[in-house]
C-alpha cells in the first residue's frame, strides 16, 4: 500500500471518528437537557399542575403517560420492567441503531445525518429510560389551541409533550426533509469525493511510475558509464 493511500485511509478514519463523537455528544447532550426537565418538573410541581408562561397559548403542565403519544397503547403497560411498550421502545431504537450503523460502515454519512439520527436517538432515550425505571413518561409542555369538539371528545391543546416528543418528532422531520429533498444532493457530492479520490490516487502512481522510470534510466546511465570507463582502462592497458 503506498503512503497517499496510507495518508488518505488514515484521514477518513479521522473524519468518521469526528463524526462519531459529534454523535455521541448530541445523544448526551439531548438525554440531559430531556432528564433535567423532567427531573425539576417532579421536583417542583405536584401532578397536573398547571402553570401559564403565555396566558392562553403556551404552558408548563405536569401530567404521566403511561403508553406514548395521546396515551395510545397505555393497556401494554402493565407496570413491570418489561412491559409491552418498554419492549416496543426497545424494538424501535434497535431498529435506528441498527440503521445508523449500516449508513456508518457504509460511508453513506455526513453532518446532516449524523445530527438526525443523534437527535432522534437522544429522544428516543429520553423516553426508554422515563419507561424503564418510572414506568411512566413524565409530559408537561402544553400548547393551548382553539377549542373543538372530534368523534366525542373535547379538545383545547395539542398532545402534551416534552423534550424527547421535541428531539423525535424533529428527528423525523429532518429524515423525511433528508430522503424527499436531500439525499441525491448528497449522494452526488459522495461521488464527486470519490471520484476526486480515484483521480489522485491515479496521479499518485504515475508520478511513482514516472519517477521509477527516471531512477531506472539514472541507473542504466550510470551502468553504461562504468562499463564505457572500463572498456577505455582496457583499451589503454592493451595499447601499453
Do not use: C, H, W
Not at 460502515?105 to 446532516?112: D, F, P, T
Amino acid at each position: 500500500m503506498d503512503l497517499n493511500k496510507k495518508r488518505r485511509i488514515k484521514m477518513d478514519l479521522k473524519e468518521k471518528r469526528k463524526y462519531l463523537i459529534i454523535f455521541l455528544l448530541i445523544i448526551i447532550l439531548t438525554v440531559f437537557i430531556d432528564q433535567f426537565t423532567k427531573f425539576l418538573v417532579v421536583k417542583k410541581m405536584y401532578l397536573y399542575q398547571s402553570i401559564g408562561l403565555i396566558k392562553n397559548f403556551f404552558y408548563i403542565t405536569y401530567i404521566e403517560n403511561r403508553g406514548f403519544l395521546m396515551g395510545i397503547g397505555g393497556r401494554l403497560n402493565d407496570g413491570s420492567t418489561f412491559n409491552g411498550v418498554v419492549i416496543i421502545t426497545i424494538i424501535a431504537i434497535s431498529i435506528l441503531i441498527g440503521y445508523f450503523v449500516y449508513i456508518y460502515k457504509k460511508n453513506i454519512i455526513n453532518k446532516y445525518l449524523i445530527i438526525n439520527f443523534s437527535i432522534l436517538l437522544g429522544g428516543a432515550f429520553g423516553n426508554f429510560i422515563d419507561r424503564l425505571f418510572r414506568k411512566k413518561v413524565i409530559d408537561f409542555f402544553e400548547i393551548k389551541i382553539p377549542p373543538f369538539l372530534f368523534k366525542g371528545f373535547y379538545y383545547s391543546s395539542l398532545p402534551i409533550f416534552n423534550f424527547a416528543d421535541f428531539f423525535v418528532t424533529i428527528g423525523i422531520i429532518m429524515l423525511l426533509i433528508y430522503y424527499i429533498f436531500l439525499e441525491s444532493k448528497f449522494e452526488k457530492e459522495i461521488k464527486a469525493n470519490d471520484n476526486k479520490k480515484i483521480t489522485e490516487n491515479i496521479d499518485n502512481k504515475s508520478n511513482m511510475f514516472n519517477a521509477n522510470n527516471m531512477n531506472n534510466s539514472e541507473i542504466d546511465t550510470t551502468v553504461d558509464t562504468v562499463r564505457n570507463d572500463r572498456d577505455d582502462k582496457e583499451e589503454y592497458n592493451v595499447d601499453q
